[in-house]
């Protein structure tokens, strides 16, 4: 008699959000970032028009750390 085997996952690489772990590394607000990335391939799919140098602004502004002023 054969022995079964636990399928494994076919996803090799952390998720968080429902996105990659590392898209929402370094975020101010990682669940923002990931509900962004999830609207825009949505729409993506759905043909609609993206303005890929707004969402590339937004993403830089989204990753960038804040310096405290003395």
């Known amino acids: 008699m054969a022995v079964k085997r636990k399928k494994s996952s076919k996803r090799k690489q952390p998720y968080k959000h429902g996105v990659p772990k590392k898209y929402t590394e370094g975020a101010k607000n990682p669940k923002s970032k990931a509900a962004e990335i999830k609207r825009t391939a949505a729409a993506y799919k759905r043909g ?18 804040r310096r405290k002023k003395k």
């Open 48 to 65: 609609e028009k993206i303005d890929i140098k707004a969402v590339e602004r937004s993403r830089v502004a989204q990753g960038k750390k």
